[in-house]
């Protein structure tokens, strides 16, 4: 070889030693192994501390014939895809993106493998590629760390094994597999290690007090339930304050549009009143929004707060706001502010972050919000909150922001859904709340989506609580949420509902009333509260429906549909299912159906209107579509009978649909539905309003009609 060849040659291999430099696998020998969709990362038999999944799938993928060194640098990295079950969406090493699936347990109600990843990698997710340095035995060495597509790290010390497997629960009916190549001794800057000691924090941010200057209060006289009826305004979850004399009350502000198909909240607001029993009250409007007061929180969810008075006299404001730049499942998290008078200007006092979440105290697997909070006698703190049946417990100390021990779960109280409300009153405490265990014998409420208000009792202010039953019957929105305080000689219960002008499930309204006690039993019992609304339309009307009692094909309903919804006169824009009656179970079986009216005396109708609702087109077999064919029959004492119609029957989207015919005089009338269908299968119904119109004209009734209708006319 002449000596330009060998200068060549030279340059060559430096240059691939160079290159092999800058890749940081100089001197590295790499190994190839594939992990199957199947493995589990370790063996729960060996590793008794880690428990995973259902004790199910097959052995670890091991990386065999690597020598570890204890401080060594080694690379890895991934390609291909695995399935959550056969010909399933094919996902990477990464995980499946959408799904987080870090310390909380799968489907299976067992945990993911990345229950045990450094809490610095969370978020991890379904399906992916974690690895473990194990020790002779197969024992966990370190900690397991989310692998992806690339990982460099150190190898711990007493490692001696590098095994693989899916970050899943359940693992038999995975399929595919991952390739994984590994680069021992690797060479890269330590910049690029998966786990360098985090960048600390900057100062946290905290904002001058809110509001600078109070906003002009509007004065209201309200002749009935709610504070607000006419629509200019919504409010909801009402947290009364009772402070120097007057009372208080703070709620969100419900902006959602008439049309809205769910919550839109970035302010809070608050009613002043030198006594409820004058009706005279001030509103001051927009006064708070929570990224005004909390630097770490984004602009929306105005959700439910509450003030209350420390020992100190100052004001405390917690209140459940969305978290800036969060990695948790739920970013809903609970600040807390201070503030020299009920009305403000409020100023953060934990500017670190919420002092409830999902990663605070402990980590939790709930939606942090609705807190309440009692002072007690001795001036301890506690503080409770959670939602979706959850609700969590927790002493503070009495800087009022930090937790004292471990929060308690609470698993004793009927029904519970959300907005807890702890007050105290002659030595008992108690615990006012939404519940929503449905059913058609429940006390609380027909429909799962309608809420009712609940309480339960304990001798000490974190239990044990038990139940007591229903205070507060279900309301016209779907959520149910108040707060109980006494007031000079009084009790009252501040809540909400749907009773304003063009409200909604989405466009709330506060409303008060007294609460009365039943002190012949012990513990004292908080009687039935009585709604005062606006009164009954007393314009007499030509829909016999509302009349009516009311029966239909499918009883028991469905918990999520209510049959009273078929005469209420309500048909909203967007409406939740208990705002109509339907037969959505899942199964797409059922060809035909039928809602049916029956009075206790004979009446006289001549025409119909149905408001039907659908998510599928006509011809549609699965969903809930407008019906193929729909008509009107009638008992005729003996059979039932379809009448004589003036006209074809329609069906119409978005507007009732509706057929004259000549005049019957009837006891019960029934709508039989036949089903969309595309062949093979059987849309379900959904009926908003169905009126039965005469010529004659009735007086609405002042309660809502009874649901003892039968099926055959009898009496």
Same mark, same amino acid.
């Given at each position: ?39 589990k ?22 990386? =065999? ?9 080694i ?16 996902i990477?090493?990464e995980?499946?993106?959408?799904y987080?699936?870090?310390?909380y ?22 399906n ?11 024992r ?19 490692a ?17 597999e ?16 998966? $786990? ?9 941010l ?15 006289? %309200?002749?009935?339930?709610t504070?607000?009826a ?31 198909g ?26 708070? $929004? ?38 948790? =499942? ?7 502010? &201070? ?14 972050? %919420? ?34 049946? +959850? ?5 503070l ?5 930090t937790p ?9 109280l ?71 305080? %006494? ?13 304003a ?27 039935? &509260? ?10 007499p ?7 009516? +009692? ?9 918990v ?27 199964r ?50 003996a ?30 009338? $029934? ?16 009926v908003?309003e169905?009126?039965m ?5 009735? &007086?609405?009734?002042?309660?809502a009609?009874?649901l003892n ?7």
């Open positions: 070889m002449d000596s330009f060849m060998m200068t060549k040659t030279t340059q060559l291999k430096l240059a691939v030693a160079a290159l092999a430099l800058l890749c940081g696998h100089a001197n590295a020998q790499e190994l190839k192994l594939n992990v199957s969709g199947t493995s990362a370790w063996d729960n038999r060996v590793n008794p501390d880690y428990p995973i999944g259902i004790d199910e799938g097959s052995s670890p993928a091991v990386a =065999r014939g690597l020598s570890l060194r204890a401080g060594e640098k690379h890895i990295t991934a390609t291909g895809g695995t399935q959550t079950f056969p010909n399933g969406t094919r990477g090493p995980g499946q993106q959408d987080t699936a870090d310390d347990p799968g489907g299976s109600g067992r945990f993911f493998p990345s229950k045990y990843v450094d809490p610095s990698d969370f978020p991890a997710f379904l992916q590629l974690i690895g473990v340095f194990v020790d002779t035995r197969g966990i060495v370190g900690k397991p760390f989310p692998v992806g597509t690339d990982w460099k790290g150190l190898v711990p010390k007493g001696v094994k590098l095994q693989f497997g899916i970050n899943d629960d359940v693992l038999n009916d995975n399929s595919g991952i390739s994984v190549v590994i680069y021992p001794k690797a060479n890269f800057p330590d910049s690029d290690l998966a $786990r360098l000691a985090p960048t600390p924090p900057p100062p946290p905290i904002l001058a007090p809110y509001p600078e200057r109070l906003p002009a209060p509007i004065a209201l006289r %309200p002749a009935y339930n504070l607000i006419d629509g200019s305004r919504y409010s909801a979850d009402p947290a009364p304050l009772v402070a120097n004399g007057k009372f208080y009350i703070i709620s969100g502000r419900d902006e959602a549009s008439i049309d809205a769910g919550f839109v909240m970035y302010n809070y607001q608050i009613f002043e009143t030198d006594d409820p029993a004058t009706k005279n009250w001030k509103l001051y409007p927009d006064i708070l $929004r929570p990224e005004k007061v909390f630097a770490w929180a984004e602009e929306d969810g105005a959700w439910a707060s509450q003030i209350v008075q420390g020992r100190d006299k100052r004001f405390y404001l917690y209140a459940p706001v969305r978290e800036k730049n969060c990695k948790a =499942r739920n970013c809903m998290g609970i600040g807390v502010a &201070v503030a020299d008078a009920p009305l403000g200007p409020y100023q953060d006092i934990h500017p670190e972050g %919420p002092i409830l979440s999902q990663t605070t105290p402990v980590r939790n697997q709930i939606e942090n919000i609705d807190p309440t909070v009692l002072i007690d006698d001795d001036g301890r703190v506690f503080i409770y909150w959670g939602t979706f049946g +959850r609700l969590k417990g927790v002493e100390e009495k800087d009022m922001k004292k021990g471990n929060p308690i779960d609470v698993n004793t009927t029904g519970f859904f959300e907005a807890p409300w702890i007050f105290k009153r002659e030595g008992t405490y108690y615990m006012a709340y939404s519940a929503n265990n449905a059913g058609p014998n429940s006390p609380c409420t027909e429909a799962v989506y309608h809420a009712c208000q609940a309480y339960g009792t304990a001798s000490s202010p974190l239990g044990p609580w038990t139940y007591h039953g229903v205070f507060l019957s279900p309301v016209t929105s779907a959520t149910s949420h108040g707060g109980i305080v %006494p007031f000079k000689d009084k009790w009252y219960l501040a809540y909400h509902n749907g009773d002008k063009d409200g909604s499930h989405f466009r709330r309204s506060v409303a008060i009333d007294e609460v009365f006690w039943d002190d012949t039993v012990s513990p004292p019992a908080i009687k039935k &509260v009585v709604q005062t609304r606006q009164p009954v339309d007393s314009t009307t030509n829909n016999m429906a509302v009349s009516a +009692r009311i029966t239909a094909s499918n009883m028991p309903l469905p999520q549909f209510r049959l009273r919804a078929l005469n209420d006169e309500k048909t909203p824009p967007a409406p939740l299912p208990p705002d109509m009656w339907g037969n959505w179970t899942g797409n079986d059922t060809p035909t159906g039928w809602i049916a009216y029956q009075w206790d005396k004979p009446v006289t109708v001549d025409a119909t209107k149905i408001y039907f609702w659908g998510d599928q087109p006509t011809g549609a077999g699965t969903g809930v579509a407008i019906p193929k064919f729909w008509r009107i029959e009638y008992w005729d004492e059979e039932w009978r379809s009448v004589t119609a003036n006209g074809p029957y329609t069906t119409v989207s978005g507007d009732y649909s509706m057929v004259s015919f000549k005049p019957i005089t009837t006891r019960c009338i $029934r709508a039989v539905l036949d089903a969309s269908t595309d062949a093979k299968s059987y849309a379900a119904f959904g908003l169905w009126q119109l005469s010529p004659n004209e009735i &007086v609405r009734p002042l309660s009609s009874p209708a039968t099926s055959n006319c009898t009496q």
